[in-house]
């Protein structure tokens, strides 16, 4: 199981990226995905995940109305589309997927066995 983030840089505020996560491994249609994010000396916390047939889709107060989340099966790929960057934004994200996650529990990081690498996101002027 293998999964590989990318898309992270160094952006304004209020200026957008596009995270990408590949997966490879295990068959990705079945398993739930989320994004997390780690800034210094805070805990890992749950950006925006979303089930794997449900349809459950979760957003963190804080990113709700500015980040979008995607799964495209077909690629093995899930995106966190983010807009409207703030420098309270900035952190590592992480992308994590696990075939039984509860729904309640969706967004928390515990919940997910594999996770990617990381990739840093700044926002600076």
């Known amino acids: 199981v293998q999964l590989q983030a990318s898309g992270g840089g160094l952006v304004q505020p209020g200026g957008s990226l596009r995270l990408s996560c590949v997966a490879s491994?295990?068959?990705?249609?079945?398993?739930?995905v989320g994004w997390f994010r780690q800034a210094p000396g805070k805990d890992r916390e749950g950006i925006s995940c979303?089930?794997?047939?449900?349809?459950?889709?979760y957003y963190r107060d804080s990113v709700k109305g500015r980040f979008t989340i995607s799964r495209d099966n077909a690629k093995n790929t899930v995106y966190l589309q983010m807009n409207s960057l703030t420098p309270n934004d900035t952190a590592v994200y992480y992308c994590?997927?696990?075939?039984?996650?509860?729904?309640?529990?969706?967004?928390?990081?515990?919940?997910?066995?594999?996770w990617g690498q990381g990739t840093l996101v700044t926002v600076s002027s």
């Open positions: 994590a997927a696990d075939r039984q996650v509860i729904n309640s529990a969706i967004s928390r990081p515990d919940s997910y066995d594999y």
């Open positions: 491994g295990f068959n990705f249609d079945q398993y739930a």
């Open positions: 979303m089930s794997n047939r449900e349809g459950v889709t």
